[in-house]
């Protein structure tokens, strides 16, 4: 264990578990880490009790995360009450005050010094912090990785916010946009691969922020597609994670129609279809109608594709005919799912001082309206496909025999298939089970 003053004992590599709330960059940075320490010979335990030292990479985009931060540091600390306790992530670095506050927690560092973190001893690590204050890095954090618990990793190819919505706090703890090079993204794309992954996600923050040496986020994919393309191409594939509907215009549009890698498959951050929320949301940079046409116009070159959206319902301010437009958009466009979220005041923030608040019962309400008009569109688009005549499901870990095609739809195979869980499986539709897919092992 570790000695009084909270180190490792000389000549101990020491153990480790760290625990990761929120978002695919924080998992992301919490393997990254991981790996780092694992190169250094610090071994990772699957339970706080047998750690020297505990990590708990924390979430703040909701008040509920925060609460269940607290929670989660008071159980690993009743579990191990020898060893040392660090929280770092979002909450670290805009909450120190209520972690300090904290008499289980022993060091904080904030997301801003998280690289630092890749070091080990931990005595080599950052200095913990005592005062809250904004992320002002302007460096790409130096995360890496050479593999994934998961079957379909993240690709971390951009960092931080400058959008400033009003309800959200991720501009405050991840600091200003900034992004990886195409070589970067290349290299852990081919150490993916290499490692056995065939489908890899490119995400960020906020893509539509991305640049680098005067490459936007498309210029990124298709030099991305270019690079892996001949190797690869009909082996392994590209999905893209949550795109802002300002990144929907003709470029986006000739990129996605030469793709030989891309999933057929979309999510786009709309939030809302109601052009007055979106200005109280400060979200004004893009129009409704304008992503309706792009809708349109992506039909004439993937003739079936998925398209998924996040949706902010019970906005401070919002009436019922917000919400109407809200629905009644979202039932004329091609949207075969949708992530659904009722408003959660998030202290700090603009809207959470806006007048106008709605009452729970009411956003629980409006939420449902919205989520049971997805889950038809959901089980719409399983039939869709069920009728088609082949599919490639990426196998994923959770069951046996289970894993997600190229149109991001649940499949489970009637009969499980001889392969790998990461491997892209043919696959041939035997029936629709709701809003998935039951299949057979099966060429196209």
Not at 274 to 284: A, C, F, I
Not at 355 to 383: H, M, N, W
Request: proline share 7%; aromatic share 6%; charged share 25%.
């Amino acid at each position: 264990m570790n000695d009084a003053s909270g180190t490792l004992r000389p000549g101990k590599p020491g153990s480790f578990y760290l625990v990761t709330q929120g978002c695919k960059i924080n998992q992301y940075e919490g393997q990254a880490l991981v790996e780092s320490w694992m190169r250094h010979g610090a071994t990772q335990v699957p339970d706080p009790e047998r750690a020297d030292v505990i990590v708990v990479n924390s979430c703040a985009v909701t008040e509920k995360s925060l609460q269940d931060l607290r929670k989660l540091i008071r159980r690993c600390r009743r579990r191990n009450r020898e060893a040392d306790l660090v929280v770092t992530g979002c909450a670290a670095q805009m909450c120190i005050q209520d972690m300090a506050g904290m008499p289980e927690v022993d060091r904080i560092i904030p997301q801003e010094a998280k690289a630092g973190l890749m070091a080990w001893p931990p005595d080599c690590w950052p200095a913990s912090k005592t005062s809250s204050g904004p992320n002002r890095q302007t460096a790409f954090p130096r995360f890496r990785l050479g593999s994934y618990p998961r079957a379909r990793p993240g690709i971390k190819v951009q960092d931080g916010c400058s959008q400033g919505c009003t309800y959200c706090i991720v501009p405050l703890t991840r600091g200003p946009a900034r992004s990886r090079s195409l070589r970067e993204v290349e290299a852990e794309a081919r150490r993916l691969l290499a490692h056995g992954h065939r489908e890899l996600v490119l995400s960020g923050i906020n893509l539509a922020q991305y640049r680098h040496q005067g490459m936007d986020f498309w210029d990124l994919v298709q030099g991305l597609e270019h690079r892996l393309g001949p190797d690869w191409q009909g082996r392994a594939r590209l999905r893209l994670s949550s795109l802002d509907p300002s990144q929907l215009g003709a470029k986006a549009l000739a990129v996605l129609a030469e793709s030989s890698m891309l999933c057929p498959h979309l999510h786009v951050s709309m939030q809302s279809a109601s052009p007055g929320v979106l200005r109280s949301m400060g979200r004004r940079h893009y129009d409704v109608r304008s992503v309706a046409g792009f809708f349109q116009r992506l039909n004439q070159v993937w003739s079936c594709f998925a398209l998924g959206g996040d949706f902010l319902v019970g906005f401070p301010g919002e009436g019922e005919d917000d919400v109407q437009q809200t629905l009644d958009w979202f039932a004329d466009q091609p949207f075969t799912y949708a992530h659904v979220f009722a408003y959660s005041p998030r202290p700090g923030t603009p809207a959470a001082r806006a007048a106008g608040q709605i009452q729970p019962e009411v956003k629980k309400r409006r939420s449902s309206r919205l989520r049971e008009l997805a889950q038809t569109k959901s089980r719409d688009f399983a039939r869709r496909l069920a009728v088609d005549t082949g599919l490639e499901v990426a196998l994923e870990g959770n069951d046996p025999g289970a894993g997600r095609c190229e149109y991001y739809v649940p499949c489970t195979f009637e009969v499980q298939p001889e392969a790998e869980v990461k491997e892209l499986v043919p696959a041939v539709p035997v029936k629709a089970q709701g809003s998935s897919l039951v299949v057979r092992p099966g060429g196209r």
